[in-house]
């Protein structure tokens, strides 16, 4: 049994990233412990490149804007799933300052070993998903994270677009794999 933590990087509380990470969190708890983590619940500061996050106790960066209740929630987890809308080629905002503010804690501190990433998007283009799942190799390698594995749908412009596509399926089996 694996812990599993689900960050969703949608402002959208029932959008199609939502229900494709809650698609994956049905799958994945026949057989783990799983959390979702939303952007929706939080307001969280860009990393500002002070590096205090080296000598901090855990890692943690000094910004008191609710980080440390994501530091809290993921610091136990074994597998780290990320689930974000695609804008402009890249994670929503919201979800990659959380991300930045991972990178200490999740070198040094968290117990994390796989990551999966499910991303929507509403355009369909040719390469559409490419510059993230690069990025999400190139994390991968760093941190010596296994591949989890990889859900992407588009063609999900508006909230509930995604229902009844084939891709709730695969994330359900994805999700369901992991253990």
């Known amino acids: 049994m694996s812990r599993i933590a689900i960050l969703v990087g949608s402002v959208r509380r029932n959008g199609n990233t939502a229900m494709l990470a809650q698609k994956f969190a049905e799958g ?3 057989y783990n412990e799983v959390e979702i983590i939303s952007v929706a619940d939080h307001r969280i500061n860009p990393c500002i490149g002070c590096n205090s996050c080296y000598t901090r106790e855990g890692n943690r960066c000094f910004q008191d804007d609710g980080m440390d209740d994501i530091y809290d929630r993921l610091s136990q987890a074994d597998v780290l799933v990320i689930a974000s809308p ?4 890249g994670l929503s905002a919201q979800l990659k300052c959380i991300i930045d503010r991972l990178h200490t804690p999740l070198r040094y501190t968290f117990n994390v070993r796989k990551l ?5 998007a509403a355009n369909r283009e040719e390469g559409l998903f490419d510059p ?5 190799r190139s994390t991968m390698g760093f941190f010596g994270l296994s591949d989890a594995g990889i859900v992407t749908v588009d063609g999900v412009k508006d909230p509930g677009d995604i229902a009844g596509r084939p891709e709730l ?8 794999s992991i253990s």
């Open 28 to 30: 994945a708890a026949l």
């Open 132 to 136: 993230i799942i690069a990025q999400y």
């Open 116 to 120: 999966a990433l499910l991303l929507v």
């Open 86 to 89: 695609v804008y402009f080629y």
């Open 169 to 176: 399926d695969e994330a359900y089996e994805l999700g369901r």
